[in-house]
């Protein structure tokens, strides 16, 4: 059963580009991906663009995400409701 706010429920689809490594060193790196996020819900769509940096750091041997940030094209836009998020 769907909550009462997907009445009619909302379709999306994120269109991701191949993460580019921005800056690294031995122990962290930042990633930028460009992203494309597209929902509809009845006969309304809206869209937002942008770029989600991760900042990665190296812990055990392993790389760990220590900041995801989310910058909108139009961040200085009011943002709209959103149903589905990335």
């Known amino acids: ?13 994120h269109v991701l580009q191949a993460p580019e490594i921005d800056t690294a060193d ?6 930028r991906t460009a992203f494309h996020y597209a ?4 006969d309304a ?4 663009t942008g770029v989600v940096l ?3 750091v190296r812990l055990d041997g ?12 139009n961040s200085d836009a ?6 589905l998020f990335l």
């Open 26 to 31: 031995e122990e962290s790196c930042v990633t």
């Open 1 to 13: 059963r769907r909550p009462p706010s997907q009445h009619p429920e909302s379709w999306s689809q």
């Open 45 to 48: 769509m809206q869209m937002l």
């Open 54 to 56: 991760h900042h990665l």
């Open 39 to 42: 929902e509809a819900r009845g």
């Open 78 to 83: 009011a943002l709209p409701s959103i149903q």
């Open 62 to 73: 392993a790389l760990r995400i220590r900041l995801k940030q989310v910058n909108l094209l």
